[in-house]
């Protein structure tokens, strides 16, 4: 059982503030994604969990034990890097053995723990191999066996997909999904990958420079982005982001003209996904412009117009066809859009 509180964690290094006042309750067996692009402080964030970084103020709680003094072997967390970490001159079978060696666990113990954890990550096959004789994704199994050969309070996993190649990728986040839900251990995952952390997450906090953007459930972040930088940031395509000013109820830009928003004026960003547009056969709709790019993606075919001062796209049925420049109207009424402050970025309806 092991809940992890950040109070307030702050990482300074002179002017620079790398991790502003993270504030976050993480609940015992949670699965917990931080995501965000490069340099935000996924890492550092994870880093000051696992004692490998001092915070410069805060506090970080494990299991209801203030933390912040603690060597990192005594707060019981396993980490996972992208780069492996592993032995190069053991083999398979002492590589996953040794926490269990450097935590003075019971020798009788051995062998059955390091033959429980191969076979979860379905090693069995490569114990006596080195590393070198491995391939990327046998190697990040043999990372992940390490971890879970003892039971920690708290895994630590940092990109540990990243160095894999598309297919193996999904595989092995598949295989990782399934550890953690059979073991049951709270787990906090660092990526740049929104795919990754959809699928993985209970929870998923973005972070842009150094602050906290948005924490919920994927469902929550997808459907309710709290501004832009989320909703520009979570979906594939991202979700269209139209500058433009409300005038008598409409929305208006460039080739868009959106009725309905009664109680509202002014410049503010308008928001929608391509899927829940649609294309307006009849050539009525909210979005009128020329094509710019079509692309075959074999479920669908996504359409993308220059409309609103950006290109936007359009989820279209797979088998519908246009060229280039050839007109095109979407249907983008205002139930699906989402609203945001021209300034500030932040949602308002
Ligand atoms: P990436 O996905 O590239 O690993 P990240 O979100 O994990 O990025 P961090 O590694 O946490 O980012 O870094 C956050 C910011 O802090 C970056 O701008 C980085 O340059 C800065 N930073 C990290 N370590 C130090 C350090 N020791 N001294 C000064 N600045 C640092």
């Not at 005594?74 to 926490?99: C, H, K, T, W």
């Not at 709270?186 to 420079?209: F, G, N, W």
């Not at 395509?237 to 003209?257: C, K, Q, R, S």
């Not at 056969?281 to 790019?293: E, F, K, M, N, R």
Request: charged residues 25%.
């Amino acid at each position: 059982m092991a809940g992890i509180q950040l109070k307030g964690v702050t990482k300074r290094w002179g002017d620079f503030v790398g991790v502003q006042e993270f504030d976050l309750d993480i609940e015992d067996r949670e699965f917990l994604v931080l995501l965000g692009p490069s340099g935000c402080g996924k890492t550092t964030t994870m880093r000051m969990i696992a004692g490998l970084e001092d915070p410069t103020s805060g506090d970080i709680v494990i299991d209801g034990n203030r933390v912040n003094d603690l060597d990192p072997k005594d707060r019981d967390v396993a980490m996972v890097f992208q780069s492996y970490g592993l032995y190069p001159n053991m083999d398979v079978y002492e590589n996953i053995r040794f926490p269990l060696k450097v935590r003075k666990i019971p020798e009788a113990e051995h062998d059955e723990r390091v033959r429980r954890a191969s076979a979860m990550v379905e090693l069995d096959d490569f114990l006596h191999r080195k590393p070198a004789a491995l391939s990327g994704g046998q190697r990040q199994r043999v990372a992940l066996a390490r971890a879970i050969v003892r039971t920690p309070k708290v895994f630590l996993m940092d990109e540990p997909l990243s160095n894999l190649d598309a297919k193996l990728r999904v595989s092995t986040r598949a295989q990782i999904k399934n550890l953690s839900h059979e073991l049951q251990v709270t787990t906090i995952y660092v990526t740049h990958d929104q795919i990754e952390a959809m699928t993985l997450a209970d929870r998923v906090v973005v972070m842009k420079a150094g602050i906290v953007q948005q924490v919920g459930t994927p469902t929550d972040i997808y459907d309710n982005p709290a501004n832009t930088f989320v909703a520009g940031f979570i979906g594939s395509p991202a979700m269209n982001l139209m500058e433009g000013e409300i005038v008598d109820g409409t929305f208006h830009a460039t080739g868009v003209e959106i009725p309905g928003f009664a109680d509202m004026k002014g410049p503010v960003v308008c928001g929608f996904r391509a899927e829940d547009a649609a294309v307006a056969l009849d050539g009525t709709g909210q979005i009128a412009a020329p094509v710019y790019s079509m692309e075959l993606l074999g479920d669908s075919t996504m359409v993308t117009v220059r409309a609103g001062g950006t290109l936007v796209a359009v989820k279209a049925a797979k088998d519908f066809r246009t060229t280039i420049k050839a007109p095109f109207a979407a249907s983008v009424p205002r139930e699906i859009c989402h609203l945001f402050d021209a300034k500030t970025g932040a949602r308002i309806s």
